[in-house]
């Protein structure tokens, strides 16, 4: 098994572009998150997804958006980039189950310039 | 509002010395506390967890300590090994909203806590 899997691992983007930020996973998981982490600060939840077709607002979801269309893919998309989203995004899945465990993927590094 | 918080932003212990790393919470409803391990350049990865109803888990060298009245939680690495060295994070999930109903297993995260463990 590979896990949550994200590509790409870093990317540099202008101000004003746009990129999506892919998210797989092969166990199975109902429910999928995104976060984001900044220097010093623990990851904020950006959107969550219960299942195929249903996806929920995070703490920071203003400038994303996502979809899901299947049960492994979770993608994140970033509209009209800004340096405020310089940051690492983390995705991850679980099971809903407790104690709620989540398995991230390995990250991808962000800058806006 | 910061739900979840490590105030401590670092820690440097010796190898084969106790690492105590500590969780403070605000929100009563919380109902498992987990905690976090992320290498540079890596995902988080779980270390341990704990629910509310208990107010210790152990499991090898880490163990968990809940007290609810003071709202705050430990994680304790004994013996500590240079291989311990990284972030380490506390989160918590809340209980769900109403019978029948769930949390999706959201997890709100403390700041993180450096460990350093040297040789």
């Known amino acids: 098994n590979a896990g949550v899997t994200q590509t790409p691992k870093f990317r540099i983007l202008k101000i004003g572009q746009s990129m999506t930020l892919q998210c797989t996973q092969d166990m199975n998981h109902n429910y999928m998150y995104w976060y984001r982490q900044d220097p010093g600060m623990g990851l904020k939840l950006i959107y969550y997804s219960v299942g195929a077709g249903i996806t929920d607002k995070g703490e920071v979801p203003n400038g994303y958006n996502v979809s899901r269309s299947t049960t492994e893919d979770f993608p994140l998309r970033l509209e009209l980039a800004a340096p405020s989203q310089t940051s690492v995004y983390f995705c991850?899945?679980?099971?809903?189950?407790?104690?709620?465990?989540?398995?991230f993927g390995p990250g991808t590094r962000l800058t806006v310039t | 509002d910061q739900q979840v918080k490590q105030n401590s932003p670092s820690l440097s212990v010796q190898e084969g010395r106790i690492s105590i790393l500590n969780c403070d919470y605000t929100n009563s409803m919380f109902d498992y506390f987990l905690w976090y391990k992320k290498y540079p350049a890596e995902g988080p990865t779980f270390l341990i967890s704990?629910?509310?109803?208990?107010d210790k888990n152990e499991d090898g060298r880490f163990t968990v300590f809940l007290n609810k009245s003071a709202k705050h939680l430990s994680l304790h690495i004994v013996p500590s090994q240079p291989g311990d060295s990284a972030v380490y994070f506390c989160a918590a999930s809340p209980i769900p909203s109403n019978a029948g109903g769930t949390s999706y297993g959201k997890l709100t995260f403390g700041q993180g806590t450096i460990l350093t463990v040297h040789p």
């Open positions: 991850a899945s679980s099971n809903g189950e407790p104690p709620y465990e989540q398995y």
């Open positions: 704990i629910s509310s109803i208990k």
